[in-house]
């Protein structure tokens, strides 16, 4: 096991061609947004109790009905068939082992029955709505006939960020033949390998409910140029009457829109602004995080993302009024540096990190975090 998350990151950059490893860590434009997610986090202090007993230490959570081993998820993140064979039911896996459930993207490159079929842990599905509406609804029917229990409706892509990064690397898929392409891959003999040897990523569900061909270009259109830009607040009850779960709305980014979460009656809200590969210059989730938490938290779950590297990140998240953190490319660093057993790992560095944090800090439960336990630096 390495020391720390950023670890399994430089394990991932060496591993990955250039051209995975930027679609895995970039963000928008000049990544302005991206490094404030994780300077958010640095921005803050802790402010420790002592003399406290801490032999006993609790990181236990409910989250949107299901317990949590502590109050983490593994958020939905696409392409991760790019990273990993079969890294949907990795991931899925490693979450369950960890106690934590498991968000599975429409832009997965595994099929939800198959990610069904490799774990029994609690599963939930986030959902891109395309203009043609029966492939969201036959998406939601497939995932609740498999036991997925809450939908993540994503709403800061009506289309795709601005990422200068995509345009260096000439990343489209399929992926066309260049001169700089060619000896990136041939310096990563293990990852081509790979590839060759289970195919290159497809949008599986995508492909299904859409009824696209074994295409990634077919696949990929679907995902991105027939994104339905009408999609509004009022849509929601469509999603109340499509699906018989918890709903969740991802992407919120200030209080006004958490203000109509709330009142359309959805179960909780994800304050993310898709871990800064959307709108550049948009607000960090975690300095969003305390008035929305302050006037909302008593009526609906607050979930964060963007910026999670340590199990400290967490604590304060949780301080400041959380329920949970939704972690994304930090699992991601472990799968594609070390395999499946690097998810594993990355998981378990994070829960080792926020129970020590926890005792250091005077706490003994999780529940225990507020926001006097913290401070702007």
Same mark, same amino acid.
């Given at each position: 096991?390495?020391?720390?998350?950023?670890?399994?990151?430089?394990?991932?950059?060496?591993?990955?061609?250039?051209?995975?490893?930027?679609?895995?860590?970039?963000?928008?434009?000049?990544?302005?947004?991206?490094?404030?997610?994780?300077?958010?986090?640095?921005?803050?202090?802790?402010?420790? !109790?002592?003399?406290?007993?801490?032999?006993?230490?609790?990181?236990?959570?409910?989250?949107?009905?299901?317990?949590?081993?502590?109050?983490?998820?593994?958020?939905?993140?696409?392409? /991760?068939?790019?990273? #990993?064979?079969?890294?949907?039911?990795?991931?899925?896996? %490693?979450?369950?082992? %960890?106690?934590?459930?498991?968000?599975?993207?429409?832009?997965?490159?595994?099929?939800?029955?198959?990610?069904?079929?490799?774990?029994?842990?609690?599963? &939930?599905?986030?959902?891109?709505?395309?203009?043609?509406?029966?492939?969201? $609804?036959?998406?939601?029917?497939?995932? #609740?006939?498999?036991?997925?229990?809450?939908?993540?409706?994503?709403? !800061?892509?009506?289309?795709?960020? /601005?990422? !200068?990064?995509?345009?260096?690397?000439?990343?489209?898929?399929?992926?066309?033949?260049?001169?700089?392409?060619?000896?990136?891959?041939?310096?990563?003999?293990? #990852?081509? #390998?790979?590839?060759?040897?289970?195919?290159?990523?497809? @949008?599986?569900?995508? %492909?299904?409910?859409?009824?696209?061909? $074994?295409?990634?270009?077919?696949?990929?259109?679907?995902?991105?140029?027939?994104?339905?830009?009408?999609?509004?607040?009022?849509?929601?009850? &469509?999603?109340?009457?499509? &699906?018989?779960?918890?709903?969740?709305?991802?992407?919120?980014?200030?209080?006004?829109?958490?203000?109509? %979460?709330?009142?359309?009656?959805?179960?909780?809200?994800?304050?993310?602004?898709?871990?800064?590969?959307?709108?550049?210059?948009?607000?960090?989730?975690?300095?969003?995080?305390?008035?929305?938490?302050?006037?909302?938290?008593?009526?609906? $779950?607050?979930?964060?993302?963007?910026?999670?590297?340590?199990?400290?990140?967490?604590?304060?998240?949780?301080?400041?009024?959380?329920?949970?953190?939704?972690?994304?490319?930090?699992?991601?660093?472990?799968?594609?540096?070390?395999?499946?057993?690097?998810?594993? $790992?990355?998981?378990?560095?994070?829960?080792?990190?926020?129970?020590?944090?926890?005792? @250091?800090?005077?706490?003994?439960?999780?529940?225990?975090?507020?926001?006097?336990?913290?401070?702007?630096?």
């Amino acid at each position: 096991m390495l020391p720390s998350v950023m670890e399994y990151r430089r394990q991932a950059q060496r591993r990955l061609p250039r051209l995975a490893f930027d679609y895995l860590e970039g963000g928008a434009e000049d990544g302005i947004t991206l490094a404030r997610n994780a300077a958010a986090y640095a921005d803050l202090e802790f402010r420790p !109790d002592v003399l406290v007993d801490v032999t006993d230490c609790r990181l236990e959570v409910s989250v949107l009905g299901a317990d949590a081993a502590m109050p983490a998820i593994v958020g939905p993140t696409g392409l /991760n068939g790019l990273f #990993w064979p079969e890294a949907d039911e990795h991931l899925a896996r %490693a979450a369950h082992q %960890a106690g934590l459930p498991f968000v599975l993207s429409t832009a997965s490159t595994s099929l939800l029955e198959d990610v069904r079929a490799a774990t029994s842990g609690d599963l &939930w599905l986030q959902l891109y709505v395309q203009r043609d509406r029966r492939i969201a $609804e036959h998406l939601m029917d497939r995932a #609740w006939q498999n036991g997925y229990t809450a939908l993540f409706l994503t709403v !800061d892509v009506p289309v795709h960020g /601005n990422r !200068d990064h995509d345009k260096r690397n000439g990343f489209k898929l399929p992926l066309r033949p260049s001169r700089r392409l060619l000896l990136d891959l041939a310096a990563h003999p293990g #990852w081509c #390998w790979r590839m060759l040897r289970h195919g290159g990523p497809q @949008l599986k569900n995508l %492909a299904v409910s859409s009824n696209a061909r $074994e295409n990634i270009t077919e696949q990929a259109s679907a995902l991105s140029r027939q994104m339905d830009l009408a999609l509004t607040w009022d849509d929601v009850a &469509w999603l109340r009457r499509a &699906w018989r779960g918890r709903i969740v709305i991802k992407g919120i980014q200030g209080l006004a829109d958490a203000r109509r %979460a709330q009142a359309h009656g959805v179960d909780g809200i994800v304050l993310s602004n898709h871990g800064g590969r959307q709108l550049e210059s948009a607000p960090s989730p975690l300095e969003v995080l305390p008035e929305v938490a302050s006037e909302l938290g008593g009526s609906l $779950e607050i979930l964060v993302d963007g910026g999670v590297r340590r199990g400290s990140d967490i604590a304060k998240a949780v301080a400041l009024g959380a329920r949970a953190v939704l972690l994304g490319r930090a699992p991601l660093y472990g799968l594609a540096g070390r395999g499946p057993g690097g998810a594993h $790992e990355v998981l378990a560095i994070l829960r080792c990190e926020l129970e020590n944090t926890l005792r @250091l800090l005077g706490r003994n439960r999780i529940g225990a975090l507020d926001a006097a336990a913290v401070r702007k630096r």
